[in-house]
């Protein structure tokens, strides 16, 4: 009896060996991806249009640092000591928050890694971000210390073959953006809020990227 | 005999009450051996069928135990009757059932006249909150010397209020058959299947009618040329009016269908089928003054070649063919055909000592052919070659299964993006899978599951298509060790560890951001207890936890997700009559941030950053009293409360929370009414209430409280002549 047992004792080491130590053999590796560019984005804060062309960069080099630069972008207040000074915070179109309940009401830099996560993981083409005045929203404010910008931004894919490039509407709207002058980086203007709308006319019907956040979440 | 002992207090660190004496209960009794880990739920007596000797007749027959429980509880045959079956009909198992209630209405089958006349006129009417059916069916069944005469009749009314307007659909069919049996191998049946539909609503431009009406005529034939060849042919044509407010149809149609059987010795046998129908019609649309002819045919053939089945080494060969060409015409006046087809082969060599000890190897070929949804007269191929080798061997009490898998599958969407084109994928899939299911003592059964796959995926453009899926590889592993220990009859309980790694990897360096590798753990425990001869208590616990690492992302994208299950059941017998079933679920979900702390802060360890949070608690109950045969009644409530929280700044803050109590009380009808009656339905009350409150900063927004109450019923009444 004893023998027997060894002899069990012994298929189940042989098992568990082959199960956990040996891993997986070259016919089931999966393949090598490509590795993604390492080439550092040149960031420029100083200004509040500069800051915005920098978070579109981030957006666009999803595979490399773009998050910690697209983060960068946005007022940063939870660090002690060191940090921006205010706090991001994000605020919804009435009709998304209608939309893709429940919804966060606080939205916060914490929350926005999930919507720069989300767009990469859904979307696997190359990204390209873009903004450019919006007039509805009315005229632009600034001091030395804050500024306020309405902008038209909008969130492409973009496929190509040959010479012919498609592009893909996956993010559009306006935003009514605050930028303070951050206490901890001198010169550096970052995004403290960020009142998302529907852009009128045909991109209306698109999805904004609040909608994302809150898709997100 | 000592080491499994002591083996057995390491592995289960159970004493709830073991030393207690405990009465003999209701509990399922836990399957031994290789299916000690088998879902013991399925074994439960319904209508009035056990399952005995279920998960080892599934396991012989390679199907999976539920379907062939519910292939029992359709057909009402027991297991042993199914196999039965199954043996003098040579047809596999989920085949008998359709063949036999077909075979009610053919004149070749000598029972179907033993059973004499037969008439059963059945009236239902059902009610719910915003619609009521009434439906009335008979069946006849009337053999007359050589002839057979059989159909149905019936109608149904069915009222919707939707949108302040009440709808009013009627439909009524006709169905008659009749069969004459010239010699035993010569039948010919002539049939006749009327229906109208009407539906309609007060005031709406929507409303429709329809007539469809059809005549056929069939001859069946069964011829045995030679000893150990059995054959049959059928032959059908008939006639079809169709006219509809969407369209007017008239058509011809007709069909060969034949049946070969041929078997040598035991080692022998060989199972052919095939048919031919096609059908030819005019139709137009209502108003259009001229018809449109379209064509429709359809081609297949099957069978099953089999040698030496019973021998040490064996072969089984399937092959099928089908093709299939259908013209529809379109409302601009224009008929285009619709291709379908598919054809394969399969093969499983069988090198076998016993039934626990076997191997099994299988290549398949298949291709196939299928309209295109976005453009039906192109389409999409797919074409598929594999092989799967498995195996069990089974010594010294242990019992050692393990399959490999490969499959290559490639499928062209020539027309996906319109005229542009399309994509072909190719897809490889390999799988290995290996398990150890060992009975250590007569109580404790462990079971150990290996399992690993690869799926590849790539793509190629056809013609100028822009936008092929990405192409990539999904890797999966998981380990998981299972014990039971079946202390009694009255008490067993299970134990098992779980550990899965998967790989999603895109390959193009423009789409590595999605990357991800997921380590998940899980553990389970539940356990079984008859407390007393009459109750019951069952528990599951579930602990999970997934941790999501982007490849090439910060630290801070990675995601955990926690997941803590808890479910307990309480099944009393009261009394002879009164039943009562209490549940409680409970589940809690935190999930958050993975990552290293910032620095200077960072320690190279990774923590937890919760962001956000569910709580889910269920209550339910189930009592039913039943008062002599004829009545039951029964109460249903369910009360769930969620709460959903969010974390900013390692601060908790509320975001929604729900509360809703449902209750279901009902009367449960089953009177016999004469001889040759029954009364059967039931007629119960729903009330339902929902709470919601949203929390906007913190400050509560409650939303007004939703009630809903509504009766709703069901009453059957059955009568044979």
């Known amino acids: ?217 | 005999m000592t080491s499994p002992r002591r083996l057995l207090l390491l592995v289960i660190p159970l004493a709830l009450g073991l030393g207690s004496y405990v009465l003999p209960g209701r509990a399922q009794e836990t399957p031994q051996g290789r299916f000690a880990f088998a879902d013991t739920t399925l074994l439960r007596d319904t209508l009035g069928l056990t399952f005995e000797g279920l998960f080892p007749i599934a396991d012989s027959l390679g199907m999976p135990p539920v379907d062939l429980r519910a292939l029992s509880i359709r057909y009402r045959y027991t297991l042993p009757r199914l196999l039965k079956l199954s043996d003098s009909l040579h047809m596999v198992v989920d085949s008998v059932g359709e063949y036999m209630l077909r075979e009610r209405y053919n004149p070749l089958a000598t029972t179907a006249r033993r059973r004499g006349n037969q008439f059963t006129y059945r009236s239902t009417y059902d009610i719910t909150r915003t619609d009521s059916r009434w439906n009335n069916t008979t069946d006849f069944f009337v053999p007359f010397g050589k002839v057979l005469i059989s159909g149905s009749s019936g109608s149904e009314f069915h009222r919707a209020q939707a949108g302040g307007r009440t709808s009013l659909d009627q439909s009524r069919t006709l169905s008659t058959r009749a069969g004459w049996t010239f010699s035993k191998n010569l039948s010919a049946t002539a049939s006749a299947d009327l229906s109208s539909l009407n539906n309609g609503t007060r005031g709406s431009l929507y409303n429709s009618k329809n007539d469809d009406n059809k005549y056929s005529l069939s001859g069946t034939s069964k011829f045995q040329p030679r000893r150990g060849t059995t054959s049959e042919f059928s032959f059908s044509g008939g006639a079809e009016n169709y006219n509809g407010s969407d369209q007017q149809r008239k058509s011809l149609n007709g069909g060969l269908t034949g049946r070969l059987r041929n078997v040598s010795g035991s080692w022998f046998t060989h199972d052919a089928s095939g048919g031919f129908s096609g059908d030819v019609g005019d139709s137009r649309v209502p108003g259009q003054a001229d018809y449109l002819r379209a064509r429709s045919s359809n081609a297949n053939l099957r069978g099953t070649l089999g040698l030496f089945s019973n021998a040490p080494i064996g072969l089984n060969l399937n092959y099928s063919l089908r093709n299939q060409r259908y013209e529809t015409p379109t409302d601009s006046g224009v008929v285009f055909p619709v291709l379908s087809g598919s054809n394969g082969i399969d093969m499983s060599l069988r090198f076998r000592l016993d039934n626990n000890r076997y191997i099994t190897v299988a290549p398949r070929l298949a291709s196939s052919n299928t309209a295109a949804a976005n453009s039906p007269q192109s389409q999409n191929t797919r074409r598929d070659r594999g092989v799967n080798v498995s195996g069990r061997y089974e010594f010294l009490g242990a019992a050692l299964d393990g399959s490999f898998v490969r499959t290559l599958t490639t499928t062209k969407y020539p027309k996906r993006g319109g005229d542009a084109g399309g994509y072909a994928e190719d897809r490889d899939s390999r799988s290995v899978q290996g398990s150890m299911n060992w009975q250590l003592t007569r109580k404790i059964t462990a079971k150990l599951t290996g399992e690993v796959d690869l799926d590849r995926l790539r793509y190629s453009i056809l013609g100028s298509f822009l936008n092929p899926p990405v192409p990539r590889d999904q890797y999966g592993q998981s380990y998981r060790a299972d014990a039971t220990y079946a202390f009694s009859k009255q008490f067993d309980t299970h134990l098992g560890v779980e550990v899965r790694r998967s790989l999603f990897v895109n390959i193009p360096a423009a789409s590595t951001a999605a990357n991800t590798e997921t380590r998940g753990y899980r553990a389970v425990w539940d356990w079984k207890f008859a407390l007393l001869s009459g109750l019951t208590v069952n528990q599951n616990n579930t602990l999970n936890a997934n941790y999501t690492y982007y490849t090439f992302l910060p630290a801070s994208a990675d995601r955990l997700v926690l997941d803590y299950f808890t479910s307990t059941r309480i099944d009393a017998d009261v009394t002879r009559s009164l039943r009562i079933g209490i549940k409680n679920d409970f589940r809690y979900t935190p999930t958050g941030g993975f990552a290293p702390l910032d620095p200077p802060n960072d320690n190279g360890n990774s923590y937890f950053s919760q962001s956000d949070e569910n709580f889910q608690s269920v209550l339910s109950a189930n009592m039913s009293y039943q008062l002599g045969s004829a009545i039951t009644l029964s109460v249903t409530p369910i009360y769930t409360a969620t709460d959903r929280k969010g974390f900013t700044e390692g601060i908790a803050v509320p975001q929604t929370s729900t509360r809703s109590l449902g209750m279901n009380g009902s009367a449960n009808l089953n009177i016999p009414i004469g001889r040759k009656g029954t009364l059967t339905g039931f007629l119960g009350k729903t009330f339902n209430a929902d709470h919601r409150i949203n929390y906007n900063s913190g400050v509560p927004d409650s939303q007004p409280r939703v009630e809903i109450d509504f009766w709703s019923g069901s009453l059957a009444l059955s009568w044979d002549l």
């Open chain 1, 1 to 217: 009896m004893n023998r027997r047992f060894l002899i069990r004792c012994g298929l189940l080491l042989t098992a568990w060996l082959m199960a956990t130590a040996m891993g997986p053999c070259a016919f089931f590796k999966p393949t090598q991806p490509e590795l993604p560019s390492t080439k550092p984005i040149p960031t420029d804060f100083s200004t509040p249009t500069a800051t915005l062309a920098t978070l579109a960069l981030g957006m666009e080099d999803k595979s490399g640092n773009g998050q910690n630069v697209y983060l960068s972008a946005l007022a940063e207040s939870t660090e002690a000591n060191s940090g921006d000074g205010r706090g991001f915070h994000a605020f919804f179109d009435i009709r998304d928050m209608i939309e893709v309940p429940p919804h966060d009401p606080d939205w916060t830099r914490d929350l926005e890694p999930s919507v720069y996560n989300l767009l990469v993981q859904r979307y696997s083409l190359p990204f390209e971000m873009t903004w450019e005045p919006y007039e509805p929203a009315g005229n632009e404010t600034g001091t030395v210390d804050d500024s306020l910008l309405h902008r038209k931004y909008r969130i492409v894919t973009v496929s190509s073959v040959g010479n012919t490039v498609t592009r893909t509407t996956i993010a559009v709207g306006a935003a009514d953006l605050s930028f303070v002058k951050s206490q901890r980086d001198v010169g550096k203007w970052v995004i403290a809020a960020w009142q998302d709308f529907r852009a009128i006319g045909s991109d209306s019907a698109l999805v904004t990227l609040g909608h994302r956040r809150l898709e997100s979440r």
